[in-house]
């Protein structure tokens, strides 16, 4: 039925909340923890930006999503910006890629690059290499420019929207490790994915921060290698393989990253600083959480830390996040503080508030099948509330030790064997 016209112009036709319409389409790229966080698989006729540092992986990453689809029968293109042909090719030959039917083309000149799009109507995938390389005749400024980037950006995304190919935009980040160029960008886009990781570690975390097609929050969890990212199945058994139950200073938080659990060491270390202006030092944790973690546990618990400089760090370079991490960070400076290791069969979780109260945290459940998966017999978790218990599943070989307030967490923490030779910093006296 052809809109109605008033005036000249086409009326808007508006419908009904109710309703309703089947699942977006997906295609597999057939890399599982890629398709993990996509929420399934690409769909047809969206826009995802991938960002991350120079050098962390982003584009072997997509030239192996790409050189999966197209070994799996889609039409695939892709469009760099940065790199030559023999470039990319000498990089497929070292990832075992080259038999991988793929349309390669190194172009920045939209004028060039849409045009091309009509030789290929079956196109599933169009891989553009970076954002900020493109650029366009119609606006006057250089190439990488917010105005550049903005409308070659938007010419792109009209021509997916269009022809019903997935599109795939690289993305360049700042030193803040925000994404580069205008916000609008985040905003005309389906998908934003962040590829985290140290260049000095082996693990690189793919994480979803918008996703209209799934749940965002979902991680990949990638390891380099020298043949290229190789899945990790299973995270908390690598994030854990390098630990030591008999060291002081080390929790293991049992986490959640989207919908999966992870497992991972948090080691605090505790140095003596009679100076006056103690130093305070987080890796892959928020600062202004610690800050306030240790002012809970001088003002609730009585435990002598100002005098101290604290190293926290999140083993394997994850990023954590979430307030559950509260109970592992407070378990790992207490046992750091009394010299005493925790139990090395026993996770942590739990938030804990600034009366020093513990308090519960969501998807108990997940948590505590991974721990469990694991072979860890114990579990420390924020009390319950009346009739709690009959709505938690937990694993026969599990025992938990739930926990009220910061101060029995204290006798919890510590409760571990002293180690021989050294004499504890302790709560003071």
Partial sequence: MKPAKANGRSKIEFFGLSGSSPPPPRIPTTIAEFDRVLGGGLVPASVVLVGGDPGIGKSTLLLQASAALGQAGKRVLYISGEESIDQIRMRGARLGLSSAPMELAAATQLGEILPSFQK??????????????????????APGSVSQVRAAAFELIRAAKTQGFALMLVGHVTKEGALA???VLEHM?????????????????????????????EIGVFEMTGAGLAEVANPSALFLAERRGNVSGSAVFAGLEGSRPVLVEIQALLAPNPGGSPRRSVIGWDSGRLAMLLAVLETRCGLKLAMNDVYLNVAGGLR????????????ALISALQDI??????????????????????????????AAKLGFAKAALPKRVAGGAAKLSVPLA??????????????????????????????GS
């Fill in 120 to 141: 290929f109507p079956d196109a599933a995938l169009v891989v553009i290499d970076s954002i900020q390389t493109m650029w366009t005749d119609g606006v006057e400024s």
């Fill in 181 to 183: 160029g205008p916000r």
């Fill in 189 to 217: 886009v389906d998908v934003v994915l962040h590829f985290e990781g140290d260049r000095g570690h082996q693990f690189r975390i793919l994480r979803g921060a918008k996703n209209r097609f799934g749940a965002t929050d």
């Fill in 320 to 331: 954590v996040s979430e307030p559950a991490a509260d109970m592992a960070v407070a378990a």
């Fill in 341 to 370: 290791p925790t139990d090395p069969s026993m996770v942590f979780f739990g938030e804990i508030g600034l009366s020093g109260e513990l308090r519960q945290v969501a998807q108990a459940e997940l948590r505590l099948k991974e």
């Fill in 398 to 427: 599990l025992a938990l030790e739930e926990i009220g307030h910061l101060t029995d967490l204290v006798a919890v923490a510590a409760g571990g064997v002293k180690q021989p030779g050294r004499s504890p910093r302790g709560s």
